[in-house]
């Protein structure tokens, strides 16, 4: 596609439940990140996946956030047992290769309220 | 203490002004620096990187590293109302996995 798409944009989910949030990276981008933005802050780093390497879960913040990446194009992120304080906008962004230079493309972020 | 800090504004600045914004960062391993634009409710875009010290111009926007004072700033030139948004600073330590630690964000309003 044209750009990084994410799915769903706005979720609303009950305390407890598990959710998923997907992005579609940009075609032949081979890095992905997943970032987390509450109200009014910076943005968070959770997790990103290089090629066919072993993804980068340092930022996760707690064992109940997991993500995974199909065939090296599509990534999901599950959030389990879903709390109030997990409410946030959820970005994904991809870019060519994880360079230090390389340009992060960011989709439009899934709007996640859990209540 | 945030490893990436930005003062959250809002800066004011009248059009035709110079916005000056500021960033300071604690990790010495940082090696490259990015200044995103994020308008409300949209995500953010890239308008800048550096990974040099001194100044890197690019239209009206110029940005500045010194790594021995770990700050980095940007000047937005004859600012306008579309100007108007959060810039968010971002420092990447390769080392540590490409990924980028940004700061909370600093307002940016551009008065006509």
């Known amino acids: 596609g044209a750009g990084v798409s994410q799915s769903p944009s706005n979720k609303v989910t009950e305390k407890g439940k598990d959710v998923e949030l997907r992005c579609d990276p940009i075609?032949?981008?081979?890095?992905l990140y997943w970032y987390r933005q509450s109200l009014g802050q910076g943005l968070e780093f959770l997790i990103y996946?290089?090629?066919?390497?072993?993804?980068?879960k340092s930022g996760l913040p707690s064992d109940r956030f997991s993500a995974e990446r199909t065939g090296g194009s599509v990534s999901t992120l599950t959030i389990q047992r879903t709390q109030q304080e997990d409410s946030a906008v959820y970005l994904c962004?991809?870019?060519?290769?994880?360079?230090?230079?390389?340009?992060?493309?960011f989709g439009s972020g899934t709007q996640l309220s859990v209540l | 203490q945030k490893e990436v800090e930005q003062n959250s504004g809002p800066l004011s600045v009248p059009e035709g002004a110079i916005a000056s914004l500021n960033c300071t960062y604690s990790?010495?391993?940082?090696?490259?620096f990015f200044w995103y634009r994020q308008y409300s409710g949209k995500s953010p875009e890239l308008i800048m990187f550096?990974?040099?010290?001194g100044d890197k111009e690019d239209g009206r926007f110029t940005a500045q590293l010194n790594k021995a004072s770990q700050y980095v700033s940007l000047l937005i030139r004859d600012s306008q109302p579309s100007d108007s948004a959060t810039y968010l600073c971002?420092?990447?330590?390769?080392?540590?996995?490409?990924?980028?630690?940004f700061g909370g964000g600093t307002r940016v309003l551009v008065k006509p």
């Open positions: 075609s032949g981008h081979t890095a």
């Open positions: 962004a991809s870019s060519l290769v994880a360079d230090s230079n390389e340009k992060l493309f």
């Open positions: 550096i990974y040099s010290n």
């Open positions: 996946f290089q090629g066919n390497s072993a993804p980068d």
């Open positions: 971002a420092g990447l330590r390769s080392a540590a996995g490409n990924k980028l630690t």
């Open positions: 990790d010495r391993g940082s090696q490259s």
